[in-house]
Structure formats: structure tokens, C-alpha cells
């Protein structure tokens, strides 16, 4: 059995999020652009044959029986396969980064490789559905356009760009603004040549901005230095950069008391080549 791993769990902007429909089963049609980050947060995994997963995190806000780390690691583990790991947050939850959907990922894709289990990535993509609609574009672990309910991937290449991502002191509801009245569930869908002319919008930014001061404060903050965008359904608000330069300077100019991340936007995922 392979040793600990020690691994980034990387953060995602949506670039765009359009909501083209809704199901019978009550999920959401959508598009979206998943721009994955080389930021994130760490987890250590350190398999074991004692049968039992246990958890560590510094976040004593997620439960253990609630983290999508336990949860996915239950989807793989059997017999005497066990495993210690030790999840450090960084990410903030109800922030639109990605955080719970990436550390699900991650420990699938560790866990297979740690475990010998010789899952496929498609195999391992069936999986993360269950887990949530974000997890299957970590397992796939590169930028891509998403269609479905997020679950239709197609990878593409994007040019280098530099994020300044502000994180409001506020906790966004995905399950609210999902299901809110007044969210926008009828955008005809586009094509991938739409999205390089800039034909697009995040369709929960309307609605987060009116219900949320503090994310309508930060895109007006950050609409100074280029166009702000909200990512997934918040409450983090971003904006892009042709380089760190660029990017430092600007988050040099923020208010003291707002909290920024500076990150390299990545077309194929920071986590190690073999378990991908």
C-alpha cells in the first residue's frame, strides 16, 4: 500500500454561470466556464488496513458526518481498508470557490490511488455525481465547459490569467438563491464562441447582489480595477488580471478590512500526475 499523500485540493471560479432550465427532479440546467485555481486547500491522507476512515479538520463549523470528505471516501471504502485524514481549510465555505466539491474529489482520486482500486476517471466522475453536481470537474481536474447540471464536462484551454477574489464577511445560501422566486431560469443557451465574443453573465448575480449588501459592496469595490464577477452562486466576487503584477498592485489598493485571495488561474489541476 503507497504511503501518506500530502496534496492541494484546488479552488474554482465560474468565469460565467447561465441557468438554461430546471428539471422535473428540481435540479438545474446550466452552463458554466470552471476555471480551476492553483489554490486551495491541503489534505494529508495516510491509508491503513484498520477498516475504519476518521477526519481531522480545522474547521469545527463542518461536521465530520457532514464533510464530503467522509462522504466520499464511504463511497469507495470496504473490508479492512482504512485511512487517517487531515483536512485543513482554506477555501471559505458558502463562497462559490468550490471548497466541499473539491475535497470530495480529491479524497476519491487520493483514496484510488492510495487504496490500488484502479477506478477509471470516468468511473470515479459516476461516483462524484452522487456527491454533488461540482465534484465530476475535480475528478477531471482540468478547466472545462460544463453543461447538464454541471455534470457534462469538455475541457479547454484557457490564456493565463491572475485573479484578485474577494471574500465578503457573508455566507451565500446555494440552497436560497436556487430556489428564490426571482432567480433568472431561462437563459437561451450559447455556444463556446459566445463566451470568447463576452456574451455572457452569472445569472445569480442580480439576486446575490440585492439580498446581500456586503457582495454588492465587493463588486463595486472590485469593478474599479475590471469587471467584477460573482463565482458560482457566492459569495465570492473576482475579477482577472494579464499578470501577479497587475493583480498585487490592485489588491495593494483594497480596503484594509476586506479579505482578498491572489491566484494563478490553471488549465489542468495542481494535484499529483499519478492519481490522475
Known amino acids: ?78 473490508g479492512t481498508l482504512g485511512a487517517h485524514i487531515t483536512l485543513h481549510k482554506s477555501i471559505p465555505t458558502g463562497a462559490g470557490l468550490g471548497g466541499g466539491s473539491s475535497n470530495a474529489a480529491t479524497t476519491l482520486l487520493a483514496l484510488n490511488h492510495l487504496w490500488n482500486l484502479q477506478l477509471s476517471q470516468l468511473q470515479l466522475q459516476a461516483l462524484a455525481v452522487r456527491l454533488g453536481a461540482d465534484v465530476p470537474i475535480f475528478v477531471g481536474a482540468h478547466t472545462a465547459w460544463a453543461e447538464g447540471i454541471g455534470e457534462i464536462l469538455t475541457p479547454i484551454e484557457l490564456p493565463e490569467r491572475w485573479y484578485l477574489v474577494v471574500v465578503p464577511d457573508c455566507h451565500v445560501s446555494t440552497a436560497e438563491i436556487f430556489s428564490h422566486d426571482q432567480l433568472t431560469r431561462n437563459t437561451i443557451p450559447i455556444k463556446m464562441a459566445a463566451f470568447f465574443e463576452r456574451d455572457f453573465r452569472n445569472d445569480f448575480q442580480p439576486l446575490v447582489r440585492r439580498l446581500y449588501p456586503k457582495v454588492d459592496n465587493a463588486l463595486k469595490v472590485l469593478d474599479k480595477f475590471g469587471e467584477a464577477k460573482l463565482t458560482g452562486s457566492g459569495a465570492c466576487v473576482f475579477t482577472s488580471f494579464d499578470n501577479a503584477t497587475q493583480a498585487r498592485e490592485a489588491r495593494g489598493q483594497l480596503p484594509e478590512e476586506m479579505t482578498s485571495i491572489l491566484a494563478r488561474g490553471v488549465n489542468t489541476s495542481p494535484l499529483p500526475t499519478e492519481l490522475l
Open 1 to 78: 500500500m503507497p504511503s501518506a499523500l500530502s496534496i492541494l485540493s484546488p479552488a474554482k471560479l465560474n468565469l460565467f454561470l447561465h441557468i438554461t432550465g430546471r428539471r422535473s427532479d428540481g435540479y438545474h440546467e446550466l452552463q458554466t466556464l470552471f476555471q480551476l485555481l492553483d489554490w486551495g486547500d491541503h489534505i494529508v491522507l495516510t491509508p491503513n488496513q484498520s477498516g475504519v476512515v476518521t477526519l481531522d479538520c480545522n474547521d469545527a463549523g463542518i461536521s465530520p458526518k457532514e464533510n464530503l470528505v467522509m462522504r466520499a471516501a464511504a463511497l469507495l471504502q470496504c
